[in-house]
């Protein structure tokens, strides 16, 4: 009877222990996943939001960095900032209605690239409203803020590295694409659409997706693309040839700043994945153990053991003439001279 309460009470404490432990472990973005190193394969995961609500992601993986796609189906709360480390581009692919995808890199022309993309989920925070309030949540991804667009200013989006631009004719500061995820199934506003060259660009010049890399069909929505003053308005009702679109979020893969060594200078070239730090031990000081050379790997972590630099007296060089230096004692040192030479340097000549 006593053991096989006891048996009972060690399950049920090891089941709290393995719930406990798995809380803690949630991963909150495509990069997490990617870190443990338990996943490498592109595909459908759940992921946390910061109050540890589950929800859909499609993650695309690639070396050092790769792109998370939100689940339409997705109700609850998304903390953006999660899954965002990389405002200078999105990826939005875009599906077509004979079921083919296609993809192009969405980032701001050249005379604003020094804006970051802003990417807000449900918000437009200094950006324009968008005309389909009712098909939210949604995606929204604004280009030019409110303040920076004008009359007669050039504003627009690049797509692929290509600028395509348009004149703003009336100062509405319209300067977004955003992805509706209509939860509640809403009809489309009546918005009249623009029908300028910029708003099917992005669909006309994208690049076509080998099949293997396709996004599930669930992953495409509803959007809007809004520019101007006489830019573009476009949603899939204008644009015939496409089901829907998605946006793909990038992130970077980073380790952490390098730890400072005692007695070493260190260097480091990037802390992206692929980037190095090079220690280098003062003078007078040698490597006792570790790497000084490391690499950031795409886990996310610094290759090998941090070095230790040590005094080792002789490392300085301290005998002139050809004197041979001896450690004694740790940190201290004799020199032993040629026959021509004397001192403790062996700096003497000998007369
Ligand atoms: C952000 O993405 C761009 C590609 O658009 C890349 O060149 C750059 O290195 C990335 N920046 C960071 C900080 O990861």
């Known amino acids: 009877m006593t053991s096989m309460f006891t048996m009972v009470a060690r399950i049920l404490i090891l089941l709290v222990l393995f719930h406990h432990g798995y809380c803690q472990i949630q991963p909150k973005s495509c990069a997490d996943l990617y870190m443990s190193n338990i996943v490498r394969q592109s595909g459908e995961y759940t992921i946390y939001n910061n109050n540890n609500q589950p ?3 499609y993650c695309e993986f690639q070396h050092g960095y790769g792109y998370t796609f939100i689940s339409p189906a997705t109700r609850v709360n998304v903390d953006i900032a999660n899954l965002v480390t990389n405002r200078s581009h999105v990826l939005v692919r875009d599906r077509r209605k004979d079921g083919t995808q296609y993809e192009a890199d969405l980032s701001q022309i050249t005379s604003h690239k020094n804006t970051p993309l802003s990417i807000q989920y449900n918000t ?31 504003e627009g989006y690049q797509m692929d590295g290509q600028d395509l631009t348009f ?17 509640h199934g809403a009809a489309p506003s009546s918005y009249n659409p623009t029908y300028a060259l ?36 476009g949603t899939p009702q204008h644009l015939p040839q496409v089901s829907g679109a998605a946006v793909g979020l990038r992130y970077d893969i980073s380790c952490p700043m390098p730890v400072d060594v005692t007695h070493a200078t260190k260097s480091v070239s990037s802390t992206l994945v692929g980037g190095h730090v090079t220690y280098t031990c003062d003078l007078g000081y040698t490597r006792a153990f ?14 090998g053991l941090t070095p230790s630099c040590q005094s080792f007296p002789c490392s300085s060089h301290p005998c002139q003439n050809g004197g041979l230096c001896f450690e004694i004692e740790g940190s201290n040192y004799v020199c032993e001279c040629t026959e021509s030479f004397s001192g403790t340097h062996c700096e003497k000549p000998n007369m």
């Open 124 to 154: 437009y925070t200094s950006y324009r409203e968008i005309q389909n309030p009712s098909m939210g949540p949604y995606v929204y991804v604004g280009f030019i803020p409110v303040t920076d667009t004008h009359l007669r200013g050039t």
């Open 55 to 57: 929800f859909q992601v």
């Open 198 to 233: 910029m708003q099917k660009q992005w669909i006309d010049g994208a690049r076509a997706l080998p099949r293997g890399r396709y996004l599930p069909d669930a992953y495409f929505s509803f959007f809007e693309m809004h520019f101007g003053g006489c830019g573009a308005y």
């Open 290 to 303: 570790g790497d000084l050379t490391q690499t950031c790997s795409p886990t996310g972590r610094w290759t």
């Open 167 to 183: 004149t703003n004719c009336d100062g509405n500061s319209n300067s977004y694409f955003v992805f509706l995820f209509n939860a």
